[in-house]
Nanobody, 120 residues
Framework: QVQLAESGGGSVQAGGSLRLSCEAS??????MGWFRQVPGKEREAVAN???????VYADSVEGRFTISQDLARNILTLQMDALRPEDTAMYYC????????????????WGQGTQVTVSS
């Protein structure tokens, strides 16, 4: 059982930055990712990173968000710059069993989420 706890969410104006962190009980061997969800919409992948530090981003955040991981400290981060109102969502950290098709597959463990609100 992998336990995940996100932090770092908050409210910011458009163009601002936030840095999300996810503390994990373990990360080695897992594909890690950030996902977001708005009420009434499907959850979407924001950024994934595998155990060889290969990142992949959603088109909507490419060039603005950066995912990174510290396997020694079991911390996953998401640096979010140039935030837009459409980035407003609950952001979740997740651990997956595989990297397949260029992304995390078989998502198994989830954190409780942290809210990000971007005002115009």
């Amino acid at each position: 059982q992998v336990q995940l706890a996100e932090s770092g969410g908050g409210s910011v104006q458009a163009g601002g930055s936030l840095r999300l962190s996810c503390e994990a009980s373990e990360m080695a061997g897992y594909c890690m990712g950030w996902f977001r969800q708005v009420p009434g919409k499907e959850r979407e992948a924001v950024a994934n990173i595998d155990s060889w530090n290969r990142p992949v981003y959603a088109d909507s955040v490419e060039g603005r968000f950066t995912i990174s991981q510290d396997l020694a400290r079991n911390i996953l981060t998401l640096q979010m710059d140039a935030l837009r109102p459409e980035d407003t969502a609950m952001y979740y950290c997740a651990a997956a069993l595989e990297w397949r098709g260029g992304r995390c597959a078989e998502l198994k463990y989830w954190g409780q989420g942290t809210q990000v609100t971007v005002s115009s």
